[in-house]
């Protein structure tokens, strides 16, 4: 597969207040990482971890402080970039704020469509075949509604819609479906691989979930994001099988699982403190060594570098050699 989208040592500092006394918060410190055409690249970790900040950088809407960010070869940041942001499209969690509420179904479709060339004659078709598309049946119906009509499931369809008409060849999602009802989320999700498989739009698929992101990235890659580190990285299936860091170990020993009987005798990995640290005032050497319940001393003066350990399966831990085989039970 082509490379689409490469970062380079990306970082980025948020300066704090205009006397600029204190440190700023290293929201992304030397993240680089390749995205294919086509590719579902899942970007996990927990809140405030750095995941929103990298999908902006990727999209070309932030300029990060250092580090560089190409589309497809070209340095979207350099001269003559300009032309190539964003790179692709944007949809958040909160599909309400998304749009327009005094906009109709119809006209929130149509504005974007004319821009893209669409003839006033063919819009109401087009705007039928985009709704038919994504899901929101029968499209007569609804053209005429609000978005306050919708569920929030639909509205999240809508945005979908929506952002296809500029024919992207990437599209971030940022925690998508974290506002929709549980039993409306894997429906929003099968919509993002139909996406995916028929016009073979990449995904950066952001969200703090193991769970959603295992099911839609099961054929595409993950990287597990911490305290604006990415901690490992490859191939999900490869990765799911056979996790590296701490940090994932813990997540996947307290991810759900639907058998009892296996939730019973399973090993809860524990960490040593419950809060992750803030990125203003990050610890020393690896940033989870407070938390970690292998740490040793090395661990509090060194930064471990990310190794690859085959086949891109990287990992960032200096003890990846000598921590215990994993196994979840
Ligand atoms: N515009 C901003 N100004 C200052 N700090 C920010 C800004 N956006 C994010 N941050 C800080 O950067 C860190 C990462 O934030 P974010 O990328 O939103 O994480 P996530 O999406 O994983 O929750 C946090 O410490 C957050 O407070
Ligand atoms: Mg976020």
């Not at 790179?87 to 119809?106: C, E, K």
């Not at 950066?204 to 595409?220: K, P, S, V």
């Amino acid at each position: 597969m082509t490379e689409l989208l490469r970062l380079e040592e990306v970082q980025v500092v948020f300066e704090r207040g205009w006397i600029r006394k204190r440190k700023g918060a290293r929201a992304v410190s030397g993240v680089s990482m390749v995205i294919r055409e086509g590719e579902i690249f899942a970007l996990v970790g927990e809140s405030g971890c750095g995941k929103t900040t990298l999908g902006r950088i990727a999209l070309g809407l932030l300029r990060p402080t250092s580090g560089r960010v190409l589309y497809r070869g070209k340095d979207i940041w350099s001269a003559d970039g300009k032309g190539l942001r964003p790179t692709g499209q944007m949809v958040h969690q909160d599909s309400y704020s998304a749009l327009n509420p005094a906009r109709t179904v119809y006209q929130t479709l149509a504005a974007p469509l004319r821009r893209y060339g669409v003839p006033r004659s063919k819009l109401k078709e087009e705007a039928e075949k985009l709704l038919e598309f994504v899901g929101i049946m029968p499209p007569k119906y609804f053209l005429n509604k609000y978005p306050y009509h919708l569920s929030g499931g639909m509205r999240q369809r809508l945005v979908f819609a929506r952002s296809i008409i500029p024919k992207p060849r990437f599209i971030v999602t940022d925690e998508p479906v974290s506002m929709i009802d549980a039993s409306l989320r894997l429906s929003i999700l099968d919509l993002m691989l139909k996406l995916n498989c028929e016009f073979k739009i990449a995904f950066l698929y952001i969200t703090h979930d193991l769970a959603t992101a295992r099911y839609l990235a099961q054929e595409g890659k993950i990287a597990v994001m911490y305290l604006g580190k990415i901690v490992e990285e490859g191939r999900m299936k490869e990765v799911l099988e056979r996790p590296l860091h701490p940090y994932l170990r813990a997540l996947l020993s307290a991810a759900p699982v639907p058998d009892p009987e296996i939730a019973r005798k399973k090993k809860l990995l524990q960490l040593k403190e419950a809060e992750p640290p803030s990125a203003e005032a990050p610890p020393s050497g690896c940033g989870f060594h407070p938390r970690c319940p292998y740490a040793e001393g090395v661990c509090s003066r060194e930064e471990p570098p990310l190794r690859d350990f085959g086949e891109g399966h990287r990992g960032a831990c200096h003890l990846i050699e000598v921590l215990p085989p994993w196994r979840l039970m």
